[in-house]
């Protein structure tokens, strides 16, 4: 009995002293940061910069290309086109040179915008706001983009392949959609993800 | 809105601004001003205590149900 009761009148008064602040937290650091100078979204941001510059610059050399092809002499140049094995040439005809610049254009070209979309998507996330509806429609842009442009390069070597340079290009296989189809497929989740990141931060920004 | 912030009449009854409500129970004017137009979504514990507390009433006081169309959902207003 005796022995007890100084233990609890230690124990009350430490019940008034306040509580001490919070020490800063000692512990494994993740091994890169998320923002700031060095940091993975930094690098991030110069990756999508330089295959934005460099895409920009294909694009437009592409551009360039298609026009001209409209107005070279085909007929005159003998150009002949054939497979990796060598096998069957044809001749380079203008409706040919002009789908297949004009493929490649479009090619390079929704990658383009696929990149704008995503450095667009990137400035909200360096201001801290990256969900946010507008973002949501972006990335639903990116995935019917990615769809577009995959889609249609499957397309594209089945015409080639059927009509206009036939023994030239083999089609490709329903096997090599599977890919594409799993990126559009990512991409729209992310976009759903998003749209309830958004609705939940519109939410909580209505909270009072 | 279904449920309406009865603020305006509790203000006036009390002879309050706006302004020193927000004061007393720590929010921005801004907020509350969502709260009197009834475009809040939510209200947290801690805020309708403080609001409790210094207009004097009780939650009911604050609040009441109008039946009426529900309302929008939040993606609809992003759309």
Same mark, same amino acid.
Do not use: I, K, P
């Given at each position: 009995m005796t022995a007890d009761r100084p233990t609890t009148e230690r124990k009350s008064p430490a019940?008034?002293?306040p509580l001490l602040p919070k020490m800063p937290r000692i512990g494994v650091k993740a091994p890169f940061r998320t923002l700031g100078p060095g940091s993975v979204s930094s690098l991030l941001k110069i990756a999508l910069d330089v295959a934005y510059v460099l895409l920009m610059i294909i694009t437009a050399v592409l551009l360039l290309l298609l026009l001209t092809s409209v107005f070279i002499p085909i007929a005159n140049l003998n150009i002949t086109v054939s497979n990796d094995e060598g096998g069957r040439q044809q001749p380079l005809t203008r409706p040919l040179l002009l789908f297949g610049v004009g493929a490649l254009t /479009?090619?390079?070209g929704g990658f383009l915008m696929i990149l704008r979309n995503l450095r667009l998507i990137f400035r909200t996330l360096t201001i801290g706001d990256p969900f946010q509806p507008g973002n949501v429609r972006r990335l639903r842009q990116? #995935?019917?983009i990615l /769809?577009?442009?995959t889609g249609g390069v499957w397309v594209a070597q089945g015409v080639v392949a059927a009509r206009l340079a036939p023994g030239v290009m083999e089609p490709? #296989?329903?096997g090599e959609l599977l890919t594409p189809i799993f990126s559009v497929l990512v991409v729209f989740v992310l976009a759903e993800v998003f749209r309830e990141g958004a609705r939940l931060r519109r939410e909580s920004e209505l909270t009072i | 809105m279904a449920i309406k912030v009865q =603020?305006?009449?509790l203000l006036?009854?009390?002879r309050m601004s706006l302004t020193e409500l927000a004061d007393r129970v720590g929010v921005t004017v801004a907020? =509350?001003?969502i709260l009197k137009t009834g475009k809040a979504r939510a209200v947290r514990f801690t805020t309708l205590y403080a609001l409790c507390r210094e207009l004097d009433c009780q939650p009911g006081d604050l609040l009441s149900y109008e039946p009426g169309p529900p309302e929008p959902d939040l993606d609809d207003e992003e759309a």
């Open positions: 019940r008034t002293v /479009a090619y390079f990116v #995935g019917l /769809a577009v442009v490709q #296989g329903f | =603020l305006d009449r006036v009854e009390r907020n =509350l001003s």
